[in-house]
């Protein structure tokens, strides 16, 4: 496909996370019970993806800074910089931060939910969900939707605070994700040594082409991390859900197809 690299993903309880954590691992085998044990897919995985790709080919590990699972028994930051630096003897390129679990909430995204749960159950995967979840949020989302506005706002770097504790464990690159859109928090955040790179996604939908205007100091369609696209993750394209927002972003892509069109004639 002509990638630079290609990321593991070993975060936010899918599969290599339900190995990792002892919450989510209940095998008897050699893949449970002990941390070696439960790292012992990732490594395989590792493995045989480098061997096909070659020792100058980039992947990144994706990982928790903690699973978010309180009264369960999910990594903490500790046993995860573990995995890290074994990873990073396995020769990783370097890993990325993130935080949490399906379990854990809206760790993940943050921000305001009101789009989210209205998204989610009338064009999302609402109506997968087990009947108490569909009831709670067909009938009672404003409420739902007020608490988790309060228990997880936006703040642009939310996981810095774990991104720092590895960068000073490891000797790769560490890349922090979460709420980032602004070039002053970004730069920020490097310039600080708290991460050596940061990564991002909403900001990204909103506006495709936020790096650039990042470098050039433009200012093109800002994320509100209202989280309509995460809602409708998995049944409609991934694309900005905000009205407003969407409505700058097919006007900048407009622009861009007329500049584009111009140029090449």
Not at 218 to 230: D, E, H, L, R
Request: hydrophobic share 40%; proline share 4%; net charge positive.
């Amino acid at each position: 496909a002509g990638f630079d690299g290609v990321q593991i993903h070993a975060a936010h309880g899918y599969l290599i996370n339900q190995f990792l954590t002892p919450y989510t691992n209940c095998r008897t085998d050699e893949y449970g019970g002990s941390l070696e044990n439960r790292m012992r897919l990732l490594i395989q995985i590792y493995r045989a993806m480098r061997a096909r790709v070659g020792e100058d080919f980039l992947i990144i590990l994706k990982l928790n800074g903690t699973d978010a699972l309180p009264l369960r028994s999910g990594l903490q930051t500790d046993e995860l910089i573990d995995i890290a630096r074994a990873m990073e003897r396995e020769g990783i390129d370097a890993v990325e931060i993130s935080i949490g679990h399906y379990e854990s909430g809206f760790h993940v995204i943050r921000g305001k939910f009101w789009r989210f749960f209205r998204g989610l159950m009338r064009d999302g995967t609402g109506d997968q969900l087990p009947w108490p979840q569909r009831f709670i949020f067909t009938w009672l989302w404003p409420a739902v939707a007020f608490a988790c506005n309060l228990l997880w706002p936006h703040s642009e770097g939310f996981n810095l605070k774990y991104a720092r504790r590895f960068r000073a464990a490891l000797s790769i690159p560490v890349i922090c994700v979460g709420g980032f859109h602004s070039r002053e928090s970004m730069a920020a955040s490097i310039r600080d040594g708290l991460c050596d790179a940061v990564s991002c996604a909403r900001s990204m939908i909103a506006d495709p082409y936020l790096f650039q205007h990042l470098k050039t100091g433009v200012t093109g369609p800002q994320c509100v991390f209202c989280n309509a696209c995460i809602a409708r993750a998995g049944r409609q394209p991934v694309d900005c859900y905000h009205p407003v927002v969407r409505k700058e972003k097919d006007a900048l892509l407009t622009e861009q197809q007329i500049h584009t069109a111009r140029h090449s004639e």
